[in-house]
């Protein structure tokens, strides 16, 4: 009863306006945090804020002032501090204006407490601090404008450490809000209840007097001026006096609210002092969990409570309200929570997450039991969203009729405009732990006439708590209960994920669309999305959609938006859709499509988190769609669109505009509109209040894309949601955490501070600097919240829990309880079942016998039923599951003898074993590869350790093939005992040896062939010294085909051991030597041809004459290719000694011969054929008569090509001595002959082959008959191309003096003659070879008969390959003449004979082998008396391959004369020979090897005993496999007499010896090798010393299966008595043999191949080079490294190359996992980025089809556009046009795309308008106009090695370039001429390179990280000198400011952008914090530069020094040179 009647008395309290309240939570302070718009002031001892302007100044006291400063130690001023030792330990007055809530001595050091602070307008702020003044001050006329929010949250007092023993965990929280107007200001000081837990702090200098000083709370005015130049203390103000007044303030207040206060502190007008408002607050003491009540005034100074009278509000009142400027729409402004208890005690928050609640959640003058008008039901009116009203307090539940009465009485206060806005980043007003009021049925009745409610069906936390996520907390409410994030996680409480982590969605897609008229079905195909959450960036991809479709769904970008929703970059005042619906929700979507009115519905459902927190939805299509082309690009503009949330539903509904550009169609435009609502599960019970929000979404960039040969349609969105009419790219949002430009890891968090500034914090459940940020594997760290019967799988960001075998999750979904087996009942009938811990136990009830399973009333009952192991073992052996006979190799259960599954079940062909519980399920982590020692499955299962990237690695690789054959070659990856790869990793197979970093990424540099030393991977990494010249050109030299081949002929250059080129060059197969300079060059005058002296080279040449015009012409003679080989045919002009050209000049290889003037021009009519008599050349000239057309046709024929080539084949006209046609005309080439007319033309019919006789043609013409059929196919074959060269191969048809074919047509090339019919048809059967007897075609046909099976056979076995080349060895069945089969075979290769039947079947025991009499086939066959089962096993070992082939090694039974197997059977390959009994068994202990006595086979077997261990051992180490081959090498122990192993064994392969124990182990020590003196095995061991690295190497080789086979080719080392390596090892298997250091490792140059002399183990051996190219993976890899100098960061990209260079399908950030696939060209595939544990699955790239070549390689500028930025992005040139100074990204495209390049440097010639460009990857220097369709144009392709910077000079029309690797600096006219290196000393590691033109002036940057520096030189390369050598680091960017005429760089080591004077003068520090700089352009005031950690182009203004602008390519991949393109010249171009 006694609570009756308080809360009778509580209503008579709210009656009279009186109730006792408790302290202020801090969930009721003001709103603050990050994502409140607060700025967070820097941690330290005595900081300041920046300047907090003012949009509006504010009166303190009587002054006014426009700015304010926010300072560590608990003050606000109206001007600068000054340090804080001037104030801090005095009291008031201050000298400078202050507003002081705890004036103290404040230290946030090292991260004790952040301190917040902004201005604001928001109206729920305004509204409250007006609320408050019109509580305390009620005659005021006071409508805020404006509001200052300063926190100080959990900030720690100094502490000197020198006192303590460390820092105190004491912290206080406070706020001081200021609000004004235009004429006055108010403050409030609000104090939390456990806000307060040190009340002073020690002076710094107490010289160790212990004295503490009390806060200081108050205001001082400050230093006021009088008479002018004199000043005097201002007034101040103080609230405490002394220590207890302090500990005071969050006790009492003076607004009525224990630890609120209220002061007015200015008025424009007059104002002496401070005035604090004056209403008492009640405490209740003590505190409770509840609204405790009391009457006692506790509060000092002002005594009595005061009452409100009845009539507070009168009319003007009134009327102040209504004229109160109600604002709507800001998200900020939310009323009170209804209900809120605000008990809960909060625990500190961090930095980012504050734990306040944030504007949006209201809590206006809710501190308590408040004097309010009493709702039952929240409501909804007709007004507009933005001005909903509601009362500003929590409604609580009375009668209806008590509060209609109270609503009379009850005091106004202005209505509040209210607008819905959630919490941020779960600053929720709620903590673990919290509780409701607890209520009892019986004395309140609930029944207010709304809900009915009772406490026994509320659902509380104790009952439901499982519904919350596991990264959440359950708060119970009155009406039940709600889940709530954890601090670090987001959601809806049901479901949590990490703040800042990337997050993945997976579902399938379903439904019919109809595309046009045509229906397509959607069946379960699958849907993958990735989302970036710290710039909102969501990609979707859906695969396998089908080509029509794919087309017309790529407008519906809206599928995608869902998860841009879901999880958008979130501005001030907002929060994603995540954290309302959790992840289970519903979306339904119709979009409408115009004109056409096509529908389409989409229904989008969210099911919730699977295992790996990956979002899963389902979508579901139907409806109608427009066509759109194949082919077709959509694009779509940025829009914003307007979200309106409910409670429970979120609508929207947008028209949205894209436009479809098609070959077919052009551009067309169209549009759709959207209408949605989402609908999802809201908690109410925490009385939020309901009311409407809206929230825009701002979708800046949306790209849509359909792979029709992936099939993959992919939508990529960047997505921000903000307030609504909040532009996202303002000024006041340009923080780049707001932005999403800044570059904090995808898995961390952006936290804004002040300005630009922000700062990066890795999300929840990762560790790292926020740039680059790691998983924590919280299994590992013993972080995870598993318990008992459960194990910890890691997940990134988090874990989860799985049970053990025999337990599964209980009611709460986290706790593993038992499973009770006995349930199921797998016991017999007659058996109990008893239930255990994890397991159960199956027990025969008395009387019965048996194992439980099985229980019979007779013992030992052989009979009973099969068990499921038996079952599932019978139904494996029988072949059932496959419906067919059993596979080899498949996997057989054992079964114990009580038909359970044996605990360790072994796969009898792989010899992997495992553990298996009862129901034979596989225990996880038990699995065991052959070779190792199983898991005991008796021990119960311990955690298992997560695989790592490399154990994964090494299980993925693939070593054995389907068919269970090893596959040869595989690299498998090395890894340690903690699954990290070691350090060296080698190839097995191909002995290639090489270091990793941490990821396995090769090293590089450090791959080392097979028999040389491999590199020390401990050691760091020396710089590498540049190849020379030479040696590029050597290793550029290809000697080797693609397929392995030696390429013959080619010239390899000789260089000494310095890299220079040897001063005599050789070619090895002309035998040619010649003498070359230092570049390479020959030197005039030294060739000499094989076999003659060559030239002593080391000779000076003597002085040279100018080579005359003969010798330059024959110089320039290329006798050799560019490759190396010789070039046969070219013509080489002949000069006499003095240089001139011999008057007779012969052509080496066709044998002309022809006469020449001084200049070397042939002399008309001089030529001679070969053979001919050579004209006499030093006889005068006749005069010369004028060619005839004859001779003109002669001349003009092309017998030369332009190179001097002779051109064979070409036909030459003969002309007679007057120049005319000889009658006859013959091709010299094909030997045709013909008669030809006066003009040369042929005279028809005239034409005769070679070798017939030719026509008369000075016979004159007969009348020309037409042309038969013959003639005319004769005359149409082309024998001639239309060059005139021959056709050689052709068939030329022959026909007879009539024009009709002759019987017998022969082809003239390859030899086969036929008969033909009179239309010249091949008559079947006619055909002949070449060299065999033709057919006479005379004799008439006869009837062809049909062949026969054996003529058949015989022409359908292949003799020959593809290609024309012989196959040998293949049998080709003999046939008589009649088409039969001949009675005797014999194989052509082999040399067996055998007898065969009527089918070609061989006649059993007919065959022979090579030498022996065949047998006599046509003796008749005797009865054939049925094979026996020697025979039958005899004939079934396959000696042939199906192809024919012997297949060599195979064993074949010996059968007798019977067929019955010979006692004796020996094996023809290994020797072995062995006893067998009648079925052809072995018989044990009857094996001899070769050379030794063999068994006596007749001699009867004693009894035999039973097989001892190591006579199984022996029996199972089987010479030879199941398909009969033997295995060579296998080691087979011996056995003595007793079947005891002999205490020495030796391997009869290997030569090794050992000792071994009575169980055959080997004893350690006694092993030795072959050639040395074994051990005593008699003799007891020696004290064993530690095994040695040799022998622990040595022992854990594998040389022997599980099943006893040997594994062939292992490698074992070799020790020394004392356990180290021999100097030298020798593998067993194959013979080669190398020299090892002492660790082991091979010593480069060593290895020798078997029967090769070993090398001296003692001599030091020179390595030989490799010579295989580098591939564009390669250089771009070493390129790379070289620009990280060598040592890349763990963040920083290089590509990932397979070893035969081409680029892995995977490539990643250094050793991140974000990840990506690419195709063979290194090009990233779109929406494949990842980040997580798992990388993505990337097939390896192929080669396109050459039915779709490559794109052509042409330029598209973007158009209506004069500035454009044009930048290299590896394989393309993209262009970005500038609007003014903002980088345009609508309009950006790709220029040029290049494949297989890497461009680098780039650089635009203006008066050209073409644009140039520097391409690693093909070395070389390129150039195209920037025009539609123009084509690159290569200008420079030789001796270019790393091609980098490139620079154009405008006005000098030349080029510059840097060249990295030879490090010089080069310069060439722009069309490539004129060449010439400027430097080549005193570089390390040019970079980039500017020119300016209106000075001549060069500068380049030199990244040496010894000594970087930039230089400058004229253009002539004079005048060199330093421009910048201190204080910088990798100065990768150059530019030139034309404003200011400075050098400008940006530096990729210091992370600076600067500028100096030429004269190194006026250095400046534009900006001092970029990311990673690689290139840099001037233009307008800003800097342009291309940034590789954030994969963009960033802008940067030179006066403010701020980032304003940035552009991120929709494929990320760095981005290299960038330039600045215009339509004309800009003034100081350069």
Same mark, same amino acid.
Not at 28 to 55: C, K, N
Not at 155 to 183: C, L, M, W
Not at 884 to 905: E, K, M
Not at 1557 to 1582: A, F, I, N, V, Y
């Given at each position: ?93 201050? #000298? ?86 235009? $004429? ?71 607004? !009525? ?32 969990? !509840? ?51 605000? *008990? ?57 009729? #008590? ?72 708060? %119970? ?20 994920? /990490? ?35 710290? &710039? ?73 988190? #699977? ?168 299994? &590992? ?121 044996? /605990? ?41 350790? /997560? ?83 030479? @040696? ?127 200049? !070397?021009?042939?002399? =008309? ?10 004209? #006499? ?178 022409? *359908? ?5 593809? @290609? ?33 039947? *009527? ?40 000696? $042939? ?95 003595? =007499? ?180 690419? %195709? ?311």
């Amino acid at each position: 009863m006694e609570r009756g009647v308080m809360l009778a008395v509580c209503l008579l309290c709210w009656s009279c306006s009186v109730c006792v309240v408790t302290a202020i939570k801090r969930a009721d302070m003001f709103p603050y945090g990050t994502l409140s718009g607060d700025l967070i002031l820097a941690e330290g001892d005595d900081e300041t804020s920046r300047v907090l302007s003012l949009p509006k100044p504010l009166y303190f006291y009587g002054s006014l002032f426009s700015q304010l400063y926010v300072a560590t130690n608990g003050i606000i001023s109206g001007q600068d501090l000054p340090m804080e030792k001037q104030y801090v330990d005095d009291g008031f007055p201050t #000298d400078f204006p202050v507003v002081a809530p705890f004036l103290a001595d404040i230290d946030t050091s090292g991260g004790r407490g952040q301190i917040y602070y902004r201005v604001t307008e928001t109206p729920s702020v305004l509204n409250r601090v007006a609320q408050e003044v019109h509580r305390g001050f009620p005659d005021a006329k006071f409508t805020p404008t404006h509001v200052v929010v300063a926190t100080w949250e959990n900030v720690a007092a100094y502490e000197e450490q020198t006192r303590t023993a460390g820092p105190s965990n004491k912290v206080n929280t406070f706020q001081a809000v200021i609000g004004y107007d235009e $004429t006055d200001s108010y403050v409030l000081f609000l104090y939390p209840e456990d806000g307060l837990n040190y009340f002073g702090t020690r002076p710094k200098e107490s010289y160790n007097v212990e004295i503490e000083l009390p806060a200081r709370v108050g205001f001082s005015r400050g230093e006021v001026t009088y008479l002018i130049f004199s000043r005097t203390e201002g007034p101040h103000y103080s609230v405490t006096s002394d220590e207890q007044s302090v500990k005071n303030l969050y006790q009492v207040g003076n607004t !009525g609210i224990p630890g609120v206060w209220l002061f007015h502190t200015g008025n424009r007008y007059s104002f002496d002092n401070i005035v604090p408002a004056s209403i008492g607050g009640l405490l209740d003491t003590p505190p409770t969990g !509840g609204h405790g009540l009391s009457l006692d005034s506790t509060t000092p100074e002002y005594g009595e409570f005061e009452e409100y009278p009845d009539n507070t509000f009168d009319s003007d009142n009134q009327e102040e309200e209504d004229d109160y400027p109600h604002t709507g729409g800001d998200p900020e402004f939310q009323p009170a929570p209804a209900g809120g208890d605000h *008990s809960e005690s909060l625990q500190p928050a961090s930095p980012d997450a504050p734990s306040s609640p944030s504007e949006d959640s209201g809590n206006q003058l809710s501190y308590g039991s408040e004097d309010v008008p009493l709702t039952s039901e929240p409501r909804y009116n007709s007004e507009p969203a933005e001005r909903q009203y509601a009362p500003p307090n929590p409604p609580e539940r009375v009668p209806e009729g #008590d509060a209609q009465r109270t609503l009379k009485r009850q005091p106004q206060v202005p209505l509040e405009v209210v607008d819905v806005y959630p919490s941020h980043r779960n600053e929720h007003p709620h903590s673990p732990g919290g509780h409701v009021v607890s209520v009892e049925g019986d004395d309140v009745d609930f029944d207010t006439g709304v809900i009915q409610y009772t406490t026994e069906n509320k659902e509380t936390c104790a009952r439901f708590q499982q519904q919350c996520s596991q990264n959440a907390f359950c708060s %119970d409410y009155a009406t039940g209960f709600c889940c709530h994030c954890r601090p670090g996680f987001y959601g809806n409480g049901r479901h949590c994920l /990490p703040e800042g982590a990337p997050q993945r969605v997976s579902g399938k897609v379903s439904g019919t669309v109809t595309v046009g008229s045509t229906p397509v079905e959607l069946n379960n195909i699958d849907l993958h999305a990735y989302i970036v959450v710290g &710039d909102g960036r969501a990609y979707t991809a859906i695969s396998q959609v089908p080509e029509p479709v794919g087309w017309a769904l790529m407008p519906l970008a809206p599928i995608g938006e869902l998860f841009g929703w879901l999880f958008a970059l979130e501005l001030p005042n907002s929060q994603a859709g995540f954290k309302i619906t959790g992840a289970e929700f519903t979306r339904h979507a119709e979009v409408i499509f115009y004109p056409g009115n096509q529908r389409l519905s989409i229904v989008q459902t969210g099911h919730g988190l #699977d295992d790996h927190n990956h979002l899963t939805v389902d979508t579901v299509v139907s409806g109608n769609v427009p066509f759109l082309p194949p082919g077709a690009e959509v694009t779509m503009d940025p829009f914003k669109e307007t979200y309106q949330y409910y409670p429970s539903v979120a609508t929207s509904s947008s028209v949205r505009e894209f436009s479809v550009v098609s070959a077919e169609r052009g551009s067309e435009s169209f549009s759709f509109q959207l209408k949605q609502n989402i609908t999802y599960r809201d908690c109410r019970h925490d009385n939020r209040a309901a009311v409407l929000e809206t929230l825009q979404i701002t979708m800046e960039r949306v790209f849509v894309m359909y792979v029709k040969e992936e099939r993959i349609l992919r939508y990529a969105i960047t997505n921000k949601i903000s307030p609504v009419r909040v532009d996202p790219t303002g000024p006041e949002l340009v923080n780049p955490c707001y932005a999403g430009n800044h570059d904090c890891d995808t898995t961390a968090q952006c936290i804004p501070l002040e300005g630009q500034v922000f700062q990066c914090q890795c999300a929840t459940g990762y560790r790292g600097d926020g740039h680059n940020c790691y998983d924590i594997n919280e299994c &590992d760290e013993g972080l995870s919240s598993c318990g008992a019967h459960s194990q910890c799988v890691n997940l990134p960001g988090s874990h989860r829990c799985q049970c053990q075998s025999g337990y599964e999750f209980g009611f709460d979904g986290r706790t593993c309880v038992d499973i009770d087996e006995c349930s199921s009942t797998p016991c017999h009938i007659s058996a109990r079942c008893i239930n255990g811990l994890g397991s159960f136990l199956c027990q025969c009830q008395p009387g019965f016998y048996g194992d439980g399973f099985y229980c019979s009333q007779t013992e030992g009952q052989t009979v009973r039923p099969r068990s499921q192991c038996e079952q599932h073992r019978d139904r494996l052996q029988s072949g059932m599951e496959q419906g067919g006979p059993p596979s080899p190799g498949a996997f057989i259960p054992q079964c114990d003898s009580d038909g359970r599954y044996q /605990p360790l079940q072994c796969h009898g062909s792989t010899g992997h074993c495992w553990c298996v519980d009862f129901r034979g399920q596989e225990r996880t982590g038990t699995r065991t590869p052959p070779g190792t020692a199983p898991k005991d499955c008796d021990r119960p299962d311990e955690p298992v350790r /997560p695989k790592t990237h490399c154990e994964h690695h090494r299980d993925s690789v693939q070593t054995t093939s389907p068919g269970g054959y090893p596959i040869v070659g595989a690299h498998v990856p090395q890894c340690d005992a903690n699954g990290q790869y070691t350090p060296l990793q080698c190839h097995g197979s191909t002995g290639h040896c090489w270091c990793v970093d941490g990821n396995g990424q090769e090293r590089a540099g450090t791959r080392t062939p097979p028999g040389t030393t491999p590199t020390d991977c401990d050691k760091p990494d020396e710089p590498e010294r540049p190849k020379t010249h030479c @040696e590029h050109h050597r290793d550029r030299v290809q000697t080797t085909s693609p397929d392995g081949y030696p390429v013959v002929g080619a010239y390899v250059p000789q260089c000494d051991a310095n890299g220079q080129y040897r001063s005599l060059q050789c070619h090895g197969s002309t035998g040619h030597c010649w003498c070359v300079d230092g570049r390479g060059q020959e030197r005039a005058g030294t060739r000499t041809p094989p076999g003659t002296p060559s030239v002593d080279c080391d000779r000076p040449d003597e002085p040279e004459r100018p080579k005359t015009y003969c010798e330059q012409h024959r110089d320039s003679v290329q006798t050799t290719s560019p490759e190396g080989y010789s070039i046969v045919g070219a013509y080489v002009p002949q000069c006499d000694a003095d240089g001139q050209y011999t008057s007779l000049q012969c052509h080496g290889s066709t044998g002309h011969c022809w006469c020449v003037d001084g200049r !070397g021009q042939e002399r =008309a009519g001089t030529r001679t054929s070969p053979g001919t008599p050579s004209v #006499d050349c030093d006889k005068p000239d006749e005069p010369e008569r004028p060619k005839t057309y004859c001779e003109q046709h002669r001349d003009s024929v092309q017998t030369t090509s332009p190179e001097g080539y002779s051109i064979v084949g070409a036909y030459v006209p003969q002309c007679d001595a007057d120049g005319q046609y000889t009658s006859l005309q013959c091709h010299g080439s094909t030997g045709h002959c013909w008669c030809v007319d006066g003009r040369g033309q042929e005279r028809a019919g005239t034409r005769t082959s070679p070798g017939t006789p030719s026509v008369d043609c000075d016979k004159p013409d007969e009348p020309e008959r037409p042309k038969t059929y013959c003639e005319q196919h004769r005359d149409s074959v082309q024998t001639t191309s239309p060059e005139g060269y021959p056709i050689v191969g052709v068939f030329v048809p022959q026909c007879d003096s009539n024009g009709q074919y002759t019987s017998q047509q022969c082809h003239g090339s390859t030899g086969h003659c036929w008969c033909v019919d009179g239309r010249g048809q091949e008559r079947a059967g006619t055909r002949t070879p070449p060299g065999t007897p033709s057919v006479d075609c005379d004799k008439p046909v006869e009837p062809e008969r049909p062949k026969t099976y054996c003529e058949q056979h015989r022409d *359908s076995v292949q003799t020959t390959s593809p @290609e024309g080349y012989p196959i040998r060895g293949v049998f080709v069945p003999q046939c008589d003449s009649n088409g039969q089969y001949t009675s005797q075979q014999c194989h052509g290769s082999t040399g067996h004979c055998w007898c065969v039947d *009527s089918r070609g079947q061989e006649r059993a025991g007919t065959r022979t082998p090579p030498g022996e009499s065949a047998v006599d086939c046509d003796r008749p066959v005797e009865p054939e008396r049925p094979k026996t089962h020697c025979e039958h096993h005899r004939d079934s070992v396959q000696t $042939t391959s199906p192809e024919g082939y012997s297949i060599v090694g195979a064993y074949v039974p010996q059968c007798d004369a019977n067929g019955q197997y010979t006692p004796l059977q020996c094996h023809g390959s290994t020797g072995h020979c062995w006893c067998v009994d009648s079925r052809g068994q072995e018989r044990a202990g009857t094996r001899t090897p070769p050379g030794t006595q063999r068994k006596d086979c007749d001699r009867p077997d004693e009894p035999e005993r039973p097989k001892t261990h190591c006579e199984h051992h022996r029996h199972r180490a089987q010479t030879i496999s199941p398909e009969g081959y033997p295995i060579v090498g296998a080691y087979v122990p011996q056995c003595d =007499a007793d079947g005891q192993y002999l205490p020495l064994q030796c391997h009869s392969s290997t030569g090794h010896c050992w000792c071994v124990d009575k169980r055959g182990q080997e004893r350690t020590g006694t092993r030795t090798l072959h050639g040395t003196q074994p051990k005593d095995c008699d003799r007891p061991d020696e004290p064993e010393r530690p095994k040695t690295h040799c022998e622990h190497h040595r022992d854990r080789v594998q040389t022997t299966s599980p099943e006893g086979y040997p594994i062939v080719g292992a490698y074992l080392p070799q020790c020394d008595a004392e356990g180290q390596y021999l100097p030298r090892q020798c593998h067993g298997s194959t013979g080669h043999c190398w020299c090892v250091d002492g660790r082991g490792q091979e010593r480069a140059g060593t290895r020798t191949r078997p029967g090769a002399p070993s090398v001296d183990c003692d001599r030091p051996v020179p390595v030989a080079p490799t010579q295989r190219p580098e591939s564009v993976c390669e250089r771009w890899r070493t390129s790379l490294i070289e620009h990280y100098g060598g040592k890349p960061d763990a963040q920083q990209y290089v590509p990932q190359c397979e070893p035969d260079g081409q680029f892995s399908p995977v490539q990643c950030y250094g050793e991140t996992t974000y990840c990506w696939c690419v %195709d063979q060209d290194g090009r990233e595939v779109p929406g494949t980025r990842s980040h997580d544990v798992v990388k993505p699955a990337c097939l390896p790239s192929v080669a396109p089809p050459t039915v779709r070549p490559l794109p052509r390689p042409d330029v598209t500028p973007p158009t209506n556009t004069d500035i454009t930025l044009l930048y290299a992005q590896g394989q393309k040139i993209g262009a970005l046009p500038l609007n003014g100074t903002r980088l345009d990204a609508t309009r950006s495209k790709t220029l040029l795309t290049l494949h297989g390049s890497i461009v680098v440097g780039i650089a635009y010639d203006c008066k050209e308008n073409q644009v140039y460009w520097t391409d690693l990857s093909a070395r070389t220097i390129n150039r195209a106009s920037m025009a539609t369709g123009a084509e690159p144009e290569i200008l420079i392709n030789t001796n270019l090695v790393s091609p980098e910077g490139l620079a154009v000079d405008v006005k000098r029309r030349l080029m510059f370039w840097v060249d990295s690797n030879p490090d010089i600096i080069e310069s060439a006219n722009l069309d490539g001429s004129g060449r010439r290196t400027l430097f080549d000393t005193d570089l390390v590691n040019p970079r980039a390179i500017i020119v300016v033109s209106s000075t001549g002036t060069l500068y380049w940057t030199d990244w040496n990280r010894e000594a970087p520096k930039i230089e400058s030189s004229s253009v002539d390369g004079q005048n060199r000198r330093v421009v910048v050598s201190d204080g910088i680091g990798l100065p990768n960017a150059l530019t030139y400011d034309s404003s200011s005429g400075q050098v400008c760089w940006a530096d990729a080591g210091t992370k600076r952008l600067e500028c100096v004077s030429p004269d190194g003068s006026g250095r400046r520090v534009v900006h001092p914090s970029l990311n990673y700089p690689f290139s840099m352009v001037y233009y307008r005031n800003h800097f342009y530069y291309s940034d590789w950690r954030r994969d963009g182009v960033i802008a940067v203004n030179k006066d403010s020094s701020q980032i304003t602008d940035e552009y991120l390519p929709d494929q990320r991949s760095h981005l290299y040179g960038i330039a600045i393109a215009t339509t004309h010249c800009l003034s100081g171009s350069h």
